[in-house]
């Protein structure tokens, strides 16, 4: 989806005014559902599911074919069919990959916000942490897996939550700050002719503006936890899991099954991805972003 | 537009230095004296560069004089300020995009936490006096430019300040557009009794609106002169096709090439 880089550098926004002018026609408020929206909504992703099932058929045409072996690449018939016969025990595994990967998001989340909000209150903390945070950011921290499983153990889960925390912990913390410290002036200029205190500002212009920034980082942050989780699971712990479900069934050259587990985590990817879009959506109902769906 | 005699604005001998001292310094405005009362319509007129905007926001305080003095209904910008005697439009709207348009002119209201009950019905009463009534539901974004500065009208006047201040309200709308909303504040500015100081580089604008045009000239920002326009309000299409009208746009035309010819 058009989420393009939301980790190094925040589109958004400053090019509305024009389309604003011209939103507005007459007596009709937009945003009325017409009966065509559905069909519109089909027309939409009618292309990206034509191409799916087309790709899959050329994939499973050309395994046949060229006679690909299945550690090359599996037919994805036979990967279909591994993915509801091991169905109980893949989707267990991914169930505890889940859990590793959601608490190190709320983990780095929460944690990425309150650096966040502590760097606009005291400058120094911003002056003195971003280089790092923004320097940190293009490291390949999932390199620290190994030493996060030596730090918290490798069978405790808290040892890949460390992992995941720490990959979601930047994004988040950047794009969080960037939203809340790059207020229009004007709005600012507007809320000091109120005399309104910090407290207000930050609660009714800086928050509300950082919002955007904010669920951007945290649907890349939401891909990002799934990697870091089964990553730091190939490098050892509980068996149960993705990750070393993928690495097992890989070595025993069971094809097939690994594919059928990297379908599961993809399946989870996309639905916290999904998640997150709605929360979005019932967040900031008022975001240019969900203005045009219905315009169109 | 009750015009009492009380002195909304005194500012005497203000000056205004930006930039640390040294040769990086710029001279915005020099020696302004400058007194308007109670129920005035001043507008301030000149070339950019004459420190039009920066005298605005040196009244509003969003900016401290360098030296000299400025007084605000008896007291400092600053206190002004705390006290909210100040209403403020500028040439964006600047509504905030996640409230609706009743949210956003309760915003000033809010912040001075006045009960819902009464915030709602000023909200209403503004918004009327705006001719939004039937947005109030609204986002900004589905309103037009001239509906959206509208909106920042009724916000910059549901907590009744003493001085409503427009830096530039109407620069991005269009010529039409602009006429109605020039037509507008002349008569939401005889119904709610305020003194408004208008910063434009337009002339007949000013002109159709004021009751006195400082016209001011650049480098460093100084007011050149200052004419009264004693056209009768209430003033109406009529008034734009009047000799007395094109004679005072041709008065403070004049006004701004001499500073001009002088600079």
């Known amino acids: ?296 | 537009m009750s015009n009492d005699a009380r002195v909304v604005v005194e500012a005497r001998g203000v000056s205004k230095v930006f930039g640390a001292s040294g040769s990086g310094q710029v001279e915005a405005l020099r020696g302004i004296d400058l007194s308007i009362t109670g129920g005035e319509f001043v507008s301030l007129i000149g070339p950019s560069g004459c420190g039009k905007s920066t005298l605005l926001r040196l009244v509003g305080d969003l900016l401290s004089p360098t030296r000299g003095e400025l007084q605000v209904n008896g007291k400092n910008p600053h206190q002004a300020r705390l006290d909210h005697d100040y209403g403020m439009v500028f040439q964006r709207a600047t509504l905030l995009d996640w409230r609706t348009v009743r949210k956003n002119v309760e915003l000033p209201l809010e912040i001075l936490d006045s009960a819902p009950a009464e915030r709602q019905e000023r909200a209403n009463r503004m918004l009327e006096l705006v001719q939004l009534g039937e947005f109030a539901e609204h986002y900004p974004w589905q309103l037009s430019g001239g509906m959206q500065q509208r909106v920042a009208i009724a916000r910059a006047l549901t907590f009744r300040p003493a001085l409503l201040l427009m830096d530039e309200p109407f620069g991005a709308l269009d010529e039409m557009t602009r006429e109605l909303m020039q037509q507008e504040v002349l008569r939401i500015w005889r119904e709610t009794d305020t003194t408004v100081i208008f910063v434009t580089h337009s002339i007949p604008e000013a002109v159709f609106l004021s009751s006195r045009v400082v016209v001011m000239s650049p480098r460093p920002g100084r007011i050149a002169d200052i004419i009264e326009v004693d056209l009768s309000y209430p003033r109406d299409e009529d008034t734009r096709e009047a000799d007395a009208y094109y004679a005072k746009i041709t008065e403070v035309r004049e006004a701004l090439r001499r500073q001009e010819a002088s600079a």
């Open chain 1, 1 to 296: 989806m058009n989420d393009p880089g939301a980790t190094r550098d925040v589109e958004i926004h400053e090019d509305h005014e024009s389309d604003v002018l011209t939103a507005f026609e007459g007596d009709v408020p937009s945003g009325t559902r017409t009966p065509s929206a559905l069909a519109h909504r089909l027309r939409h992703v009618g292309p990206a599911v034509a191409a799916f099932f087309i790709i899959v058929a050329l994939w499973e045409a050309v395994t046949r074919l060229f006679d690909i072996e299945s550690f090359i690449l599996p037919k994805p018939s036979e990967i279909v069919v591994k993915f509801f016969s091991d169905a109980s025990i893949i989707w267990a595994a991914g169930l505890n990959t889940l859990y590793e990967a959601l608490g190190g998001l709320v983990i780095g989340t929460v944690l990425g916000v309150l650096v966040a909000l502590a760097t606009v209150r005291w400058v120094r903390v911003r002056e003195g942490l971003m280089p790092f945070a923004i320097a940190a950011n293009s490291v390949p921290i999932i390199a620290l897996a190994p030493i996060t499983n030596a730090m918290f153990g490798l069978t405790s889960p808290v040892s890949k939550m460390a992992v995941v925390a720490v990959v979601v912990f930047f994004p988040v913390m950047i794009n969080t700050a960037r939203g809340l410290i790059e207020v229009d002036v004007r709005e600012l200029e507007l809320m000091r002719s109120y005399a309104a205190s910090p407290r207000t500002v930050m609660r009714q212009v800086r928050v509300p503006h950082a919002l955007p920034y904010f669920f951007s980082a945290l649907k890349v942050s939401s891909a990002l936890s799934l990697i870091a989780a089964i990553v730091a699971e190939y490098f050892g712990g509980p068996q149960d899991v993705l990750g070393q479900y993928i690495l097992n069934r890989a070595f025993q050259l069971l094809f097939p099954e690994a594919w059928a587990a990297i379908l599961v985590a993809s399946i989870l990817g996309i639905g916290f991805y999904v998640t997150i879009l709605i929360a979005e959506r019932l967040v900031m109902p008022w975001h240019v972003a969900f203005r045009s769906a219905d315009d169109a």
